[in-house]
């Protein structure tokens, strides 16, 4: 959140594989974005028209080059001040009008420009756009030294004039560094969020009424086999049945039914890796590492090392030979749970071409039944070509598998069915097995490296 007046200027780039001309019409499009300035209530210009600015940007390029034989070298096409101000300290309106007064201040009157307030945010703001090239085309603006400072101390005091907050510098030595930052909301995790208002606090009748208010919270609403919404600014509808346990289509109709409680979703923090490998000291040497890093990298050890302790206190390894017994019993679990999966995904394959050939073969079966009694006539296969070839191939697949009778369709799905809910009952099982097997491994790594470390001194000692 903006707490006080702000204010920054951006060079505008040509995008690779864009027209200057497209590019400007997509940045001027979405600065003059009906839903963020009230309908285009909120754009003011200066020497050219909101609706046609890309285009008379344009021509003054164009005359800059017939005026002067020159072509522009640099890819900045245009020039962007965005300001923006306390939340609750000023109208929309007046942001634009200040808006206005430090473009024509800054640039002078000789660049056109066009100021859009949006308020889509807690905060107002303004996205100022002028032209690269001045409007008597004989020149293009300069970015001098430090210009995004002169744009700020201009804009504060265009605000202190209006009695506008602006942001006070603070010396170095006072400044904060900021170490906490807010945990980014991913569109799945809103999605729940609103859900869960929805039917904690307003309790829909049934499910179209709960739809209907999705979409009064700005979503759109795909109704079929599976319902699915999007947001506003979301490239892909969400299903409900993606968004994980107690979301599902049918537990969300169970809860409006009465038949269910709804329990809110809680986001698991990220897991912490517990502690990291070591470093091998002696092969950094080698490569050319000096003793300052050598002394970084022994506390470093030694830290990770601790950790490494903990973790083996806490899965009670009390010597190498449990520790690979450990690693042994981990490895062969993730193994074989990898190679049920596998097994199961090859199944699942098989039967996804059986069936396709018993489909082919029932659809083609009148058509090669025909062609038999023609006496395998040439013109009945070249009309019927396709159809036939796909019947020989399905044969020819049956003779392979060596199977005495056809399975049914049903039967095959069922199999399928049965199959898909096997392998994904095994993935959670499978990426525990994993991650322990990691664990253990790099447990094991650090304790023989730490006590080969802990051998090379003693040896060198020795031998002087």
């Known amino acids: 959140m903006v707490e006080l007046a702000a204010t920054r200027l951006i060079a505008l780039h040509k995008n690779k594989g864009k027209s200057v001309a497209a590019c400007l019409k997509s940045r001027t499009d979405y600065a003059q974005n009906p839903d963020k300035t009230n309908k285009g209530e909120l754009v003011s210009s200066y020497e050219c028209s909101p609706l046609t600015a890309d285009e008379e940007f344009m021509l003054s390029k164009r005359q800059y080059e017939l005026m002067t034989g020159r072509r522009q070298k640099s890819d900045v096409i245009a020039y962007q001040i965005r300001q923006s101000f306390k939340p609750g300290e000023i109208t929309a309106e007046e942001a634009n009008k200040v808006g206005y007064e430090l473009a024509m201040r800054f640039t002078k009157g000789k660049y056109a420009f066009i100021v859009a307030t949006h308020t889509d945010r807690e905060h107002i703001h303004n996205h100022i756009i002028y032209n690269s090239t001045a409007l008597d085309s004989t020149r293009k603006f300069r970015d001098f030294l430090l210009s995004g400072l002169a744009v700020q101390r201009l804009s504060d005091l265009i605000c202190l004039e209006h009695q506008l907050s602006v942001i006070e510098i603070k010396p170095y030595r006072e400044r904060q560094k900021r170490t906490l930052y807010p945990p980014k909301e991913s569109n799945r995790d809103k999605l729940c969020s609103v859900i869960d208002g929805i039917l904690l606090n307003e309790k829909p009748v049934d499910f179209e009424i709960f739809l209907k208010k999705l979409e009064q919270q700005g979503y759109e609403v795909k109704r079929g086999k599976h319902t699915s919404v999007k947001g506003a600014r979301q490239k892909r509808f969400i299903r409900f049945r993606t968004l994980g346990t107690g979301y599902g289509e049918d537990e969300i109709k169970a809860v409006i039914a009465g038949e269910a409680e709804h ?14 490998l070591l470093v091998d000291i002696q092969a950094k040497l080698s490569e050319g590492k000096g003793e300052g890093y050598a002394r970084w990298t022994k506390r470093y050890n030694l830290k990770e090392m601790s950790k490494t302790l903990i973790f083996l206190q806490e899965n009670k390894i009390g010597s190498i030979e449990e520790m690979q017994e450990r ?81 049914k369709v049903k039967e095959l799905d069922a199999e399928y069915s049965a199959l898909l809910s096997q392998k994904k009952a095994a993935y959670p099982a499978y990426r525990k097995a994993r991650d322990e097997m990691q664990e253990l491994k790099k447990a094991q790594k650090n304790v023989e490296l730490f006590f080969a470390e802990e051998k090379d001194p003693k040896e060198k000692s020795q031998t002087r």
């Open 263 to 276: 329990r809110p979703h809680q986001k698991q923090p990220p897991k912490e890796q517990s502690f990291h």
């Open 327 to 407: 690693v042994n019993a981990a490895t062969a679990r993730y193994h074989e749970l990898g190679d049920s999966i596998k097994a199961a995904e090859q199944r699942m394959a098989e039967i996804a071409v059986l069936r396709a050939h018993i489909v082919n073969y029932a659809k083609t079966r009148p058509v090669y039944d025909a062609y038999r009694k023609a006496g395998y006539s040439k013109k009945f296969l070249e009309e019927h070509r396709e159809q036939i070839t796909l019947h020989k191939a399905a044969k020819v697949a049956f003779d392979e598998a060596s199977l005495k009778k056809l399975p």
